[in-house]
Nanobody
């Protein structure tokens, strides 16, 4: 299982970014995916969830109405569109899946929201 996240960067408050996570090593279309984030000195938290087919999504309260998770099963890629970014969104964002008994995360992409 391998994930390659991209799309992070430095953005001003109120700005937008679109993260991508390219997956390989498993049958992507059969598994739910999740974006997590980890800020310095804080516990890792889940941010957004999407079911295997994409019909079901869910978000942590702090990003509802601002973030949108989506996936393209033909490209084995999951996305996170982030709008109206706030300084408290600053973190490393990682994609995640659960296969069998194991959890898998990518290396992550850094998102920094600052003026």
């Amino acid at each position: 299982v391998q994930f390659v996240e991209s799309g992070g960067g430095l953005v001003q408050p109120g700005g937008s970014l679109r993260l991508s996570c390219a997956a390989s090593g498993f049958i992507f279309s059969r598994y739910a995916m999740r974006w997590d984030r980890q800020a310095p000195g804080k516990e890792r938290e889940w941010v957004a969830y999407i079911s295997s087919g994409g019909a079901v999504t869910n978000y942590v309260d702090s990003v509802k109405g601002r973030f949108t998770i989506s996936r393209d099963n033909n490209k084995n890629t999951v996305y996170l569109q982030m709008n109206n970014l706030k300084p408290e969104d600053t973190a490393v964002y990682l994609c995640h899946t659960h296969l069998g008994w194991s959890d898998y995360w990518g290396q992550g992409t850094q998102v920094t929201v600052s003026s």
